[in-house]
């Protein structure tokens, strides 16, 4: 298969700008609809509602970038992910401001203790939080890349709880959780599909012949 072109820099701030520019749209239109009155006779659940399905799309559309990075070879992919990330964060504090409350905190610590669904949801908020604050370059090297990365594998519990969270809240029309539940597992099952080929396929490896290998010199102390 021909691979495509790697863009250029120039090319990069443009793909960039217009990832920015679409993950925007949809806080865009829902201001505009605030403005202008438009979000039907209960604005606040709208929005709460919107902000919650944006999250997750972003989170899973986020998800797709190791798999089209691995079939496509496009590898620039990567450097969308953490705007993807971002997005994904800012529309999930959307979704939890709890407008409806008006910031009472007994009302909102009611909501999270007495039902699941907000539970689930808010569990996986704070699990957010540590991924959208060392998202970015200081804190890949005071963490080291290795810790940075096992954190940020926690995407994949967010994912499920954020699935959870919608499926529990819907109730009777479960449609497009179910959608959304399929996408993940879908991509989870990739995931885990190529870690068992890279497992196998260095279980198969030969080992490196006898003369390749480094002799080992056991030093016996003296009197012993």
Not at 20 to 45: H, S
Not at 64 to 92: E, N, S
Not at 146 to 175: E, P, T
């Amino acid at each position: 298969m021909t691979r495509l072109p790697t863009p250029s820099g120039r090319q990069l701030a443009a793909i960039k700008l217009l990832v920015f520019v679409l993950c925007l749209l949809p806080a865009l239109q829902l201001a505009l609809g605030w403005r202008a009155d438009a979000l039907g006779a209960n604005p606040i659940e709208t929005i709460t509602r919107a902000s919650g399905e944006w999250t997750l799309r972003l989170l899973l559309i986020g998800l797709c970038v190791t798999p089209l990075r691995r079939i496509t070879g496009l590898h620039w992919l990567v450097r969308l992910r953490r705007m993807l990330g971002l997005f994904a964060f800012a529309y999930a504090a959307a979704h939890f401001m709890w407008l409806d409350q008006f910031f009472d905190w007994r009302a909102i610590a009611r909501d999270i203790l007495e039902r699941p669904f907000i539970t689930v949801g808010f569990a996986a908020f704070v699990l957010l939080l540590p991924l959208a604050a060392t998202s970015n370059a200081f804190a890949i090297r005071r963490l080291g890349g290795r810790r940075w990365q096992a954190l940020h594998r926690s995407v994949y519990a967010i994912a499920i709880m954020g699935v959870v969270h919608f499926w529990w809240l819907v109730k009777a029309d479960v449609l497009a959780p179910l959608v959304y539940a399929l996408i993940l597992a879908a991509l989870l099952g990739a995931r885990a599909w190529w870690r068992e080929q890279e497992r196998r396929r260095q279980l198969a490896a030969p080992p490196p012949a006898r003369h390749l290998q480094k002799k080992t010199i056991r030093i016996v102390p003296l009197g012993k």
